[in-house]
């Protein structure tokens, strides 16, 4: 037998990792659903405008905005699948319930910021008369709200844990 196959296996530790990476997580968690609120946001406002028309102008070489026709609800359903995936990061990214609270609330501004807004020109960044806009307020903010709603129905994670028995197991026996 040679030396290495009886010498014990040196035991490797490896250092604890810093406590504090929970904390930059969550930090980190909070600022990019932030940052992700804030650009679908002023996606969906710049959707919300979009027409049928919008790609035949895109091939003439005009700008998307310009097109004719009919409206396309993209803008809601972009709100309705950005909305939910910014507030499932924001609960995961943070384990806490209370951290859809921020993105909702920044989305909602920004839409009613933009609602009551003009431009330069004068135009209404939304408006009422657009039936697609009205449909993304409603959407993105009822897709937070159904989110909050389920998270408020679903119970704590240390209550799904199981809880030693205390039953001894005769029947009729009171606890």
Do not use: C
């Not at 609120?37 to 102008?57: N, Y």
């Not at 998307?64 to 309705?80: D, K, N, Q, R, Y």
């Not at 998270?151 to 205390?166: F, G, H, N």
């Amino acid at each position: 037998m040679t030396d290495l196959e009886t010498a014990p296996a040196e035991e490797v530790t490896r250092p604890e990792p810093w406590a504090g990476w929970g904390t930059v997580i969550s930090v980190a968690g909070v600022i990019l659903s932030i940052i992700a609120t804030v650009l679908t946001a002023f996606l969906e406002l710049a959707l919300s405008s979009l027409r049928t028309g919008a790609f035949g102008a895109v091939l003439k070489g005009d700008s998307w905005v310009e097109g004719t026709g009919s409206a396309l609800p993209l803008a809601a359903l972009v709100a309705i699948g950005a909305n939910l995936a910014i507030g499932w990061f924001a609960v995961t990214a943070t384990g806490r319930r209370g951290a859809i609270g921020l993105p909702w609330a920044l989305w909602t501004l920004i839409m009613l910021m933009a609602a009551g807004s003009r431009t330069v020109e004068g135009d209404y960044l939304l408006t009422e008369t657009n039936w697609v806009s009205v449909v993304t307020i409603l959407a993105g903010s009822l897709t937070f709200a159904v989110h909050a709603y389920k998270l408020i129905l679903r119970p704590p994670a240390d209550a799904l844990q199981p809880r030693p028995s205390t039953d001894s197991g005769l029947p009729g026996s009171l606890q």
